[in-house]
């Protein structure tokens, strides 16, 4: 059973910095690309960034140039640095994750995409 594990969000104020964690729990023999999105009330939810082939990643242009996506050293874990946030920035916070591959002969994964529960960013 895949579970996402978030962690970090909160309340800054403008120009300030907070860095949201997330890593994949189960299947250690696959491989998952990971991303952000958020949401706010009203409106849908949209692209934040995203990692992927190891190392590649990609950035809405609303925040780059601010925040940086990066794997954290252990397998199917990464993190999001937000630096300059801004008010426009509050939004509920969700970590996905893509199956990309799996080794050896175990089971996989019954679903190929997952969330996690979301995490909150305030910025006043």
């Known amino acids: 059973h895949v579970q996402l594990v978030e962690s970090g969000g909160g309340s800054v104020q403008a120009g300030g910095s907070l860095r949201l964690s997330c890593s994949v729990s189960?299947?250690?023999?696959?491989?998952?690309?990971m991303s952000w999105y958020r949401q706010s009330p009203g409106k849908e939810r949209e692209f934040v960034s995203s990692?992927?082939?190891?190392?590649?990643?990609d950035y809405a242009d609303s925040v780059k140039g601010r925040f940086i996506m990066a794997r954290s050293g252990r397998k199917n874990a990464m993190y999001l640095q937000m630096n300059n946030l801004k008010p426009e920035d509050t939004a509920m916070y969700y970590c996905?994750?893509?199956?990309?591959?799996?080794?050896?002969?175990?089971?996989?994964?019954?679903?190929?995409?997952?969330w996690g529960q979301g995490t909150q960013v305030t910025v006043s």
């Open positions: 996905g994750a893509s199956l990309a591959y799996c080794d050896g002969n175990d089971p996989r994964p019954s679903d190929y995409n997952y």
């Open positions: 189960g299947y250690t023999h696959c491989t998952f690309d």
């Open positions: 990692i992927y082939d190891e190392n590649t990643t």
